[in-house]
């Protein structure tokens, strides 16, 4: 939103990289819900659509610059260490992972519950294969919701 402000262009490093989109609320909402619901040990997930930083990066310009579609995107390329996509929970913690309807709870080793997911969750959580948000027109509702002080973390 700061380039936006001062009329430069928008950086993105990937057009393909992919991030997960969590509001504020949604983030504190994970909190809440680990401090409710720990037993002690536990990794929760907060299940959260993705979408391509190109994709964030249009939606972002048609809402806030009034140049809309037509401000420029500047792809910069990779940063040392960036990862291409997200990953949230990884193949081996897959193993022990309770599925709920807004997280995953990955469970220590030493204390598996019977109940975990009957059917295999896949190899991995991952940005890539979360449910994505493919159009600009998607990602604007999540806009909607953050605040200025969301847009600028």
């Not at 402000?5 to 950086?11: A, F, G, K, R, V």
């Not at 720990?38 to 964030?56: S, Y």
């Amino acid at each position: 939103k700061r380039q936006i402000e001062s009329d430069e262009p928008l950086t993105i490093t990937v057009p393909e990289m992919t991030r997960f989109l969590l509001t504020l609320d949604q983030s504190v909402g994970l909190v809440l819900h680990a401090m409710k619901h720990a037993i002690g040990g536990e990794i929760f997930v907060r299940k959260a659509p993705a979408c391509t930083i190109e994709t964030l990066a249009d939606a972002v310009r048609r809402k806030f610059s009034p140049k809309g579609a037509e401000h420029p995107i500047s792809v910069i390329g990779i940063r040392p260490g960036e990862k291409l996509h997200e990953t949230l929970v990884n193949e081996y913690e897959m193993q022990r992972v309770t599925e709920e309807e807004l997280f995953y709870t990955v469970h220590p080793e030493y204390n598996v519950p019977e109940h975990r997911a009957e059917k295999p969750l896949g190899t991995e959580y991952t940005s890539a294969n979360a449910s994505q948000l493919e159009a600009a027109a998607d990602i604007e509702p999540l806009l909607d919701k953050m605040g200025d002080i969301e847009l600028y973390i």
